[in-house]
């Protein structure tokens, strides 16, 4: 879950963003996560990219804090909003690695579509 988003610099159409997640682990035993990096497409192209500055020990079966430090591409994410005005949902994809402490590395990713339904509930107004 996204509990906060803060915008720290925007130039030459980039966004750098702090964000912080609670994070859950389904597990009967905690998750000591070293780090986690992420990219995220939208229509194919490199819309976002971050990596973790700091995690709490996820407890088992609990909830703990992940911050993340990203960069955005607004004009990817803009051509991406416009297309949602077209009624066509937005083809998203995201992957990354989370790394455990030890070593080991754990991969994830997620397809899907946003679609405009998705965007009005979200966001009011199309574009």
Same mark, same amino acid.
Do not use: C
């Given at each position: 879950?996204?509990?906060?988003?803060?915008?720290?610099?925007?130039?030459?159409?980039?966004?750098?963003?702090?964000? @912080?997640?609670?994070?859950?682990?389904?597990?009967?035993?905690?998750?000591?996560?070293?780090?986690?990096?992420?990219?995220? #497409?939208?229509?194919?192209?490199?819309?976002?990219?971050? !990596?973790?500055?700091?995690?709490?020990?996820?407890?088992?079966?609990?909830?703990?804090?992940?911050?993340?430090?990203? @960069?955005?591409?607004?004009?990817?994410?803009?051509?991406?909003?416009?297309? #949602? =005005?077209?009624?066509?949902?937005?083809?998203?994809?995201?992957?990354?690695?989370?790394?455990?402490?030890? =070593?080991?590395?754990?991969?994830?990713?997620?397809?899907? !579509?946003?679609?405009?339904? =998705?965007?009005?509930?979200?966001? =009011?107004?199309?574009?």
């Amino acid at each position: 879950m996204l509990e906060r988003v803060q915008i720290l610099r925007i130039a030459d159409a980039r966004a750098d963003l702090s964000l @912080r997640l609670r994070v859950a682990n389904p597990n009967d035993f905690s998750l000591a996560v070293d780090s986690i990096a992420f990219e995220i #497409l939208l229509d194919g192209r490199l819309a976002a990219r971050g !990596q973790s500055t700091h995690i709490n020990t996820l407890p088992p079966r609990g909830e703990a804090n992940v911050d993340v430090a990203g @960069r955005v591409d607004v004009t990817v994410v803009a051509t991406a909003m416009m297309s #949602l =005005g077209s009624q066509r949902p937005v083809d998203y994809a995201m992957s990354g690695n989370a790394t455990l402490a030890g =070593g080991t590395v754990v991969p994830f990713s997620r397809k899907g !579509q946003i679609p405009v339904a =998705g965007f009005d509930r979200a966001f =009011g107004v199309r574009p």
